[in-house]
């Protein structure tokens, strides 16, 4: 077993012990310590990329969908178009 001793500044002591801003959740967090602000920067980071792969996965769903639209638009217009050739044969 190891002992982890670490020598905090005073910049780093200060820093810690201010408290954290409001987040999104409008719940204030007052961390005392370094170690746990790098856990809630984890955290951020995380939702972060949460939103990013939602955002990309609606920008997907999106592009899908516009991608069915215009192929279903290209065949109406092509049976359209059959149908007024086979009305000017008749």
Sequence with gaps: MSL???????????????PLPVGETG??????TLWHRG???GERRREEAT??????KRETA???AQAALDKA??????R???LEAK???D
């Design 62 to 64: 999106i592009a899908r």
């Design 39 to 41: 856990i809630n920067g």
């Design 51 to 56: 939103r990013e792969n939602e955002r990309a």
């Design 4 to 18: 982890f001793l670490r020598v905090w500044s005073s910049e780093q002591r200060s820093a810690a012990l201010e």
């Design 73 to 78: 638009r290209k065949e109406h217009e092509e």
């Design 80 to 82: 359209a178009e059959s």
């Design 87 to 89: 009305r000017g044969c």
């Design 27 to 32: 719940v204030a967090r007052c961390q005392t």
